[in-house]
């Protein structure tokens, strides 16, 4: 009886034991059931959840919880969750609403929109803009925006519809047509001109210099200078010594002008007023540079190509709009005071007359070809002592200084020969009248550093491939020959404008080119 009852027992434990195993089993695919359940009411609540919306912040309610918010186009007050960190927020920034109209959380900032070009900034921080159809529109900037210098001129991305300005945009438009500087080319970086400089320290850096004594005498510094003349002869390097010698005169030493470097071709915009547009800010940039007291220099290259005569019919005479627009803004209210307009043109007969007279453009220079000696000058500047010799050619003269002066003489001598067998071509104007044209009538500054820089490389090909280092009077005769050859190919060219810039005749026209026999 006793081992029934023992073997009933242990019957039983088994059996109880298999239970409890079947319940877990069980228990844990209800769970598993449960979870599969919340998750499938999870996703029928998120399909069936009515649509959320973004609208932008403007400005919070702290005491009473609540945000100004611009929702489809329209200003709402609308109510903000506790967990929300209101005081955070700003301007410009979006806030995600639920079905309530609840603002629940906050999103980041958009990085799309409209386009606009500042003109002002108020004195509040309010930015009044114009888009490209010049329409005006005053804007507030965004949080981010706020902490960021913004300047006149700038692009920024705004949002229209709630007055907020998002971002400033680089454009590389504007950045390739107005090139800032602090040039720190000095006048005795330049050779041949001394006459030219002279001019113009004398028409811009006394009244600078001294301005008590001009306004003593009811004189005023000129608003600009033109320089002209055949290409590749300084005019750039001039204005860009004119900003240096300002910033040395009128400020303590080591302190730099700027010089604001436009390209006239590169200005033209094929969309109206969008031209215009450039040229009020390259000017807005100058004044708000020249405010602080330093010196700018607004140097307008090829100004022939971008302020033709009006009425001309080039260019589709996009000229009456351009050139009114440049007096606007040197005859305007808003004084230039530290600022100098430097025009530089091939063509200055092709200049609206109107920006030449006295008042706008007051002096006007013309720079030269070189003759002999600012040619030996230039020269000077470019074979430098630091340059590598050949050591045959240091003995044969005495020295690097006396190799210096050999091969400049060289230079010089042939390309101011003018005997029969170094005529090039023999040129026929309109009015019957012919000119023998030399090597010399080709010469300049850019044409003495191509044939030096010729010379430096023929000196580096010999030593690669001989071993020998230095230059010699060998390579500067073979840069003066290749020089000229190059020159030959300009025979093919008789369009009368660039043959009026080879030879510096404004006006002149070309009716043949022949090759001097």
């Not at 998002?166 to 000095?186: G, R």
């Not at 004044?287 to 330093?294: F, L, T």
């Not at 803004?329 to 092709?350: F, T």
Request: hydrophobic share 40%.
């Amino acid at each position: 009886m006793a081992d029934f009852t023992e073997a009933r027992v242990q019957e039983l434990q088994q059996e109880a034991i298999s239970l409890a195993h079947k319940n877990e089993r069980l228990s844990a695919a209800l769970a598993t059931a449960r979870r599969r359940l919340e998750e499938l009411q999870e996703q029928l609540d998120t399909l069936t959840r009515p649509p959320g919306s973004y609208g932008v912040f403007l400005e919070a309610d702290m005491a009473a919880r609540e945000a100004d918010v611009m929702v489809g186009g329209r200003r709402m007050r609308l109510p903000v969750v506790p967990t929300m960190p209101l005081g955070a927020i700003r301007r410009g920034q979006l806030v995600r609403l639920n079905e309530q109209m609840l603002a629940i959380s906050a999103a980041g900032y958009e990085t799309t929109g409209a386009l606009v070009y500042v003109r002002e900034v108020l004195s509040d921080g309010r930015i009044v803009a114009t888009s490209r159809a010049d329409d005006s529109i005053v804007l507030i900037p965004s949080g981010e925006l706020a902490a960021t210098r913004v300047r006149i001129g700038d692009v920024l991305l705004a949002d229209l519809k709630s007055g907020t300005a998002l971002e400033i945009i680089q454009l590389s438009e504007l950045d390739d047509l107005l090139l800032e500087e602090e040039p720190d080319v000095d006048y005795s970086d330049i050779g041949g001109l001394n006459e030219q400089i002279m001019e113009i320290r004398d028409a811009i850096e006394l009244p600078f210099a001294h301005p008590d004594t001009f306004r003593e005498h009811g004189l005023r510094p000129p608003k600009g200078v033109l320089l002209y003349g055949p290409p590749g002869c300084g005019k750039t390097l001039i204005a860009k010594a004119v900003a240096t010698s300002l910033a040395r005169t009128t400020r303590a030493e080591g302190d730099k002008a700027y010089f604001l470097n436009i390209k006239g071709p590169e200005l033209l915009d094929k969309y109206v007023g969008e031209t215009e547009r450039h040229i009020r800010t390259i000017f807005a940039r100058a004044r708000e540079k020249a405010s602080s007291g330093m010196p700018v220099v607004v140097f307008f290259d090829e100004m022939e190509s971008l302020f033709r005569t009006r009425g001309s019919g080039v260019s589709s005479d996009v000229e009456t709009t351009i050139v009114p627009q440049l007096l606007a803004e040197i005859d305007g209210v808003e004084q230039l005071d530290n600022v100098v307009v430097i025009g530089a043109s091939n063509r200055e007969d092709m200049i609206d007359p109107a920006i030449l007279r006295p008042g706008r453009l007051d002096v006007k220079i013309r720079v030269n070809r070189p003759d002999r000696e600012g040619t030996a000058d230039i020269f000077y500047k470019y074979l430098t002592e630091s340059l590598p010799y050949h050591e045959d050619e240091i003995s044969r003269y005495g020295g690097i200084s006396g190799v210096i002066k050999h091969l400049t003489q060289v230079a010089v001598d042939r390309i101011f020969a003018t005997e029969d067998s170094e005529k090039m071509f023999i040129v026929t104007f309109a009015d019957g009248s012919r000119h023998t044209m030399y090597f010399k009538d080709f010469v300049s500054g850019a044409l003495v550093a191509n044939i030096v820089d010729r010379v430096k490389k023929a000196a580096v090909k010999d030593f690669l491939a001989s071993g020998e280092r230095g230059i010699r009077t060998s390579h500067m005769h073979a840069a003066l020959t290749q020089e000229k050859r190059e020159h030959d190919a300009l025979r093919a060219t008789t369009d009368p404008e660039e043959w009026a810039r080879v030879l510096g005749r404004a006006g002149a026209r070309v009716t043949d080119v022949a090759t001097a026999e």
